[in-house]
């Protein structure tokens, strides 16, 4: 289930100087699903900034691995957590605070993570809103590309192991 990705920083930046352009830096990100009697769900949280629909993400967190740092992304943004795999779904492209002056272009590499438990209160609580949506419907409400296909092509019985 390999996702092949070419970045372009103009279409990152949405600047034709590079003079300026910034490291892609890179974040690990919780596909973060369940299932239900009509199939997959997957659950979204909103950006703090902008309220936009994402998979509960951050950066590398030290002395933790990429699937440990998205699992922690999980609970901080989502209040969720569950089995998380060390399998790379894929990647894909987004801005970081893209209305900021220091926007940063970012690569998310995604883990699935099946949700065992869901908690009433979690630490971005009041930052954020958790929803969850079939992946048709998750995969619209994202606005990256590559992250919708990554969507709409997850199936968790696919997965090595």
């Known amino acids: 289930m390999a996702q092949q990705m ?6 990152l930046r949405g600047q034709s100087d590079l003079s300026e352009q910034s490291d892609i830096r ?3 990100g919780a596909l973060c699903w369940r299932r239900r009697k009509g199939g997959i769900e997957v ?10 629909w994402v998979p509960p993400k951050g950066w590398p967190l030290p ?33 970081k605070d893209i209305d900021q002056p220091e926007s940063q272009p970012c690569v998310i590499a995604l ?3 099946k949700v065992r438990k869901v908690h009433e209160d979690w630490p971005e609580r009041g930052q954020r809103k958790r929803k969850w949506f079939t992946r048709k419907k998750a995969a619209a409400q994202v606005q ?9 092509e997850f199936d968790p019985d696919a997965l090595p192991g």
Do not use: K, M, N
């Open 144 to 152: 990256e590309p590559e992250l919708q296909a990554l969507i709409r």
């Open 26 to 28: 890179s974040q690990f």
């Open 43 to 52: 659950l979204l949280v909103t950006t703090r900034s902008s309220g936009r």
């Open 111 to 113: 883990f699935p993570l």
């Open 6 to 11: 070419t970045l372009d920083p103009h279409r």
């Open 63 to 95: 002395g933790r691995s990429p699937v440990e740092a998205a699992a922690r992304e999980a609970l901080e943004e989502a209040g969720v957590e569950g089995e998380a795999r060390d399998v790379c779904l894929g990647l894909y492209p987004y801005i």
